[in-house]
Nanobody
Framework: QVHLVESGGGLVQPGGSLRLSCEASGSIFGLNDMGWHRQAPGKQRELVSL???????HYGDYRKGRFTISRDNAKNTVYLQMNNLKPEDTAVYYC?????????WGQGTQVTISS
């Protein structure tokens, strides 16, 4: 079993910042890509960002320099630094990991941007 535990979500004002974390544990031999999707109410889940085991990254188009993904392989943890947050960033953010060819998901963490 692979377990993904997310933390760092919450309520912030527009223009604020949040840092999400996701730690993978369990049967994670062969851990490769890690990253984040998000799902806003009434919308489909969409890719936010991913990072592979070598540190190569990919971002969704809308991030426009506001989000930065990073990874600590020693801790099996992926981070998402989100700056200049906007109300449209409000969503549940889901961590994912690719382990030996299989995808695993975290339980999700709510991010709400509101004044």
């Amino acid at each position: 079993q692979v377990h993904l535990v997310e933390s760092g979500g919450g309520l912030v004002q527009p223009g604020g910042s949040l840092r999400l974390s996701c730690e993978a544990s369990g049967s994670i031999f062969g851990l490769n890509d890690m990253g984040w999707h998000r799902q806003a109410p009434g919308k489909q889940r969409e890719l936010v960002s991913l990072i592979d085991s070598s540190g190569a990254t990919h971002y969704g188009d809308y991030r426009k320099g506001r989000f930065t993904i990073s990874r600590d392989n020693a801790k099996n943890t992926v981070y998402l630094q989100m700056n200049n947050l906007k109300p449209e960033d409000t969503a549940v953010y889901y961590c994912f990991a690719l382990v030996a060819g299989a995808f695993y998901w975290g339980q999700g963490t709510q991010v709400t941007i509101s004044s």
